[in-house]
């Protein structure tokens, strides 16, 4: 198990940018997927960008590819989300998710992560 602590959310305008961390405890980062998620008011979590263990391989939803990266830096035991060209649409609580992996392929799905954050919200206005 990992403890996660997301930092950085906030109010921005549309078009901005944000950055978001996610700290994790432990000592085997490295082995671990990584993802991001978020949850808009009255919807569902859904599935934001994914890193793979390695840092190697990522995976984007399709409303945020080529706006949204991912990084990892195992030094830190920190997985980052750059947040630019913020939309309206793009507000709602962000949690970053980790699962011990055995293969190095970033995960998509909700059901696949056992660790999450508390969450920190991004509000976009227009």
């Known amino acids: 198990q990992v403890q996660l602590v997301e930092s950085g959310g906030g109010l921005v305008q549309a078009g901005g940018s944000l950055r978001l961390s996610c700290a994790a405890s432990?000592?085997?980062?490295?082995?671990?997927?990584m993802g991001w998620f978020r949850q808009a008011p009255g919807k569902e979590r859904e599935f934001v960008a994914g890193?793979?263990?390695?840092?190697?391989?990522?995976s984007y939803a399709d409303s945020v590819k080529g706006r949204f990266s991912i990084s990892t830096d195992n030094a830190k035991n920190t997985v980052y989300l750059r947040m630019n060209s913020l939309k309206s649409e793009d507000t709602g609580v962000y949690y970053c998710?980790?699962?011990?992996?055995?293969?190095?392929?970033?995960?998509?799905?909700?059901?696949?992560?056992?660790?999450w954050g508390q969450g920190t919200q991004v509000t976009v206005s227009s």
């Open positions: 890193i793979s263990r390695s840092g190697v391989s990522t």
């Open positions: 432990g000592r085997t980062f490295s082995r671990y997927a």
């Open positions: 998710a980790a699962v011990r992996s055995n293969y190095d392929m970033p995960k998509t799905q909700i059901g696949e992560y056992d660790n």
